[in-house]
């Protein structure tokens, strides 16, 4: 065999292993995919968390002596009684309501008040409307009879619903674990993140997790805590009013605040129903109430969000938008801040926006990327 021919063949050679190599790590890098992907929601809302929870989880740690596993496990703790304990009760309103509209129909036992005059004045839709209403007030089941196409759509989305909402509270609970472990063992996981992105781009990658991290922070808290805010007022105020489905309707109030439009519709909605089916009292509290919380997020979304980078709120309401549709509602959340976050990076790269100086552990890591 001549030499040309030797070294022909070790090409070939070298060239089959090679590519043997890039299948079989192609290969595992798949399989951890696969098992890895029922956690990958929850692991990057639980990410999130962590980010922006960490500041108070540094101060709460400080006050108990240093002790990070401790204030970890605190603040998971009231983060479960603040928003799961809530989402377990909306979840069984939701379904207590929708199945038990479908029970009354099914035995004949539901009551429908009849439509105030106001209805009539609708645009476009306010005769018939009002018609139907009318029809429903006496004779529910002539009303279903011809609602039948739409209440078949309408039934399937709201149990739909049902289970999208008590998918994110179980996503919810397994995100705040994962953001305890991520807190408990925030040194770590800041410090491998640092390298990380130093070993990406050795120039910038360490201002990028510094305006990843000022990003996340700032749609968390200034967008996302503020909507839980409102969305926790205004499903009290349905509660105590004794509203109608409030679990149908503090859902639509979250689903309006985090896309940026308000509690207002479903509110005012609810205020014109008490004052037409409920003694006056009742409705004037509640009115005044919806006056009270409305404009909530007008006076704390500016302030929370001039502590972090600026974020259009079109770039939220498309984010959270499309994660509701792609994931469900927990998608909501994380869509609205990974595409925040995406927008950000973005500018930056294209030098429509910087960082200011990246945190001293952040310089540490530039400086000495992992060899």
């Known amino acids: 065999m001549t030499s040309t021919e030797d070294d022909d063949h070790r090409i070939s050679r070298r060239a089959v292993e090679t590519s043997i190599r890039i299948a079989v790590v192609w290969l595992i890098a ?7 992907h029922p956690f990958l929601v929850p692991a990057l809302w639980g990410t999130m968390m962590a980010v922006a929870i960490r500041p108070t989880h540094l101060k709460l740690a400080a006050l108990l002596g240093g002790r990070t596993t401790l204030a970890a496990v605190l603040l998971a703790t009231i983060i479960l009684a603040l928003l799961i304990v ?3 009760f909306l979840v069984e309103s939701l379904a207590s309501g ?4 479908i029970d009354s129909f099914r035995h004949g036992t539901l009551v429908i008040p009849p439509p105030p005059e106001v209805v009539k004045t609708w645009p476009f839709i306010g005769a018939r409307t009002h018609e139907v209403w009318l029809l429903g007030s006496h004779d529910p089941r002539a009303a279903l009879q011809e609602l039948a196409p739409a209440l078949d759509g ?4 709201l149990l739909g619903v049902v289970r999208s909402t008590g998918s994110a509270v179980v ?6 674990v994962i953001a305890a472990l991520l807190l408990a063992g925030t040194k770590t996981a800041a410090n491998v993140a640092l390298r990380l992105a130093a070993k990406l781009s050795p120039v910038h990658g360490v201002a990028s997790v510094r305006l990843a991290e000022q990003t996340v922070r700032s749609v968390a808290v200034g967008v996302l805590g503020v909507a839980l805010l409102q969305t926790v007022l205004a499903g009290l105020g349905f509660i105590v009013a004794g509203v109608p489905a409030a679990g149908l309707l503090t859902l639509a109030v979250l689903v309006l605040c985090v896309v940026q439009v308000g509690p207002g519709l479903p509110m005012i909605a609810a205020a014109i129903y008490l004052f037409n089916y409920s003694d006056t009292t009742t409705a004037v509290v509640f009115t005044v109430w919806t006056v009270l919380v409305a404009p909530t997020d007008n006076i704390l979304r500016p302030l929370l969000l001039g502590r972090g980078a600026s974020v259009p709120m079109l770039v939220i309401f498309v984010g959270a938008i499309g994660g509701l549709l792609e994931v469900g509602l927990i998608g909501m959340f994380l869509g609205a801040v990974m595409f925040a976050l ?6 930056t790269w294209l030098g429509l ?3 200011e100086g990246a945190a001293p552990e952040a310089q540490a890591a530039g400086a000495q990327p992992a060899s």
């Open 171 to 176: 996503q919810f609970t397994l995100s705040t």
């Open 86 to 88: 809530p989402g377990v």
């Open 353 to 355: 926006g910087s960082v």
């Open 98 to 101: 929708v199945y038990g509209v």
């Open 154 to 157: 309408l039934g399937k989305w």
């Open 342 to 347: 995406g927008y950000q990076l973005f500018r």
């Open 30 to 36: 798949y399989l951890c995919y696969r098992a890895f």
